[in-house]
């Protein structure tokens, strides 16, 4: 039994020192050097419209496969239920109200309302930017009122952004509001996409949008979709996806 106890002793010893040779071994490795990511960290903020939920419109973020959007966070919020005038009065996911459909260039505004949520899309905006995000790559979208409510929620912001997109959307508010644009708020551009068919937010709605964005010192890119109703086509997302990457701001 003591031989047996003595040989023993060596083949521990001899284990302890290869498992301490190893382990030496691996710390005095060269770690590799990790070459700095040219795209920084971007957000697209999108807002749905009237009825509607964030998830539902999830697989938008799908569609933007090229590889500027690998550092990109998506968020799609949803609205709160409250009644709709345009609806008789109906509980259903919405911004703000809306009092008549179809909307058109002179329908009444929910003011007030839209106020409101403009608030609450700036508190997420807000977060996102204490987190780390350039405020010139976060990005806006949305869609019908959505749409309204991005082109609002752009205007109102203290600071440059990204860019705000706006899908057969219309202007929210009257011109009384141009006096809390900020010169930093001037310079976000806005992308405008109008299908020339929808018969919900009708087409000239849609046309007054770049004259009044225009009159608040803000440029904007408008675009109409002959025979497009009011929905979105995969052209308006793929012409959405070069207008964000040519805006994307580097990390260098």
Known sequence: MKSTEVLAKPI????VSIGITISFILLCQPKPISKPD???RSFVLWLHGLGDSG?????????????????TKWSFPSAPSNPVTCNYGAIMPSWFDIHEIPVTAESPKDEGGVLKAVQNVHAMIDKEISAGTNPRNVFLCGFSQGGALTLASVLLYPKTLGGGAVFSGWVPFNSS????????AKKTPILWSHGMADRTVLFEAG???PPFIEKSGLSCEFKAYPGLGHSISNEELRS???WIKSR???SS
Do not use: H, W, Y
């Open 240 to 242: 959405l996806e070069s």
């Open 207 to 209: 046309q007054a949008g």
């Open 55 to 71: 998830p539902a419109n999830e697989p938008i973020k799908t569609l933007f496969t090229s590889p500027e959007f690998k550092n």
């Open 12 to 15: 521990v010893l001899i284990t």
């Open 177 to 184: 509001i141009l006096e809390r644009v900020t010169p930093d």
């Open 248 to 250: 994307l701001q580097s």
């Open 38 to 40: 040219p795209m920084a």
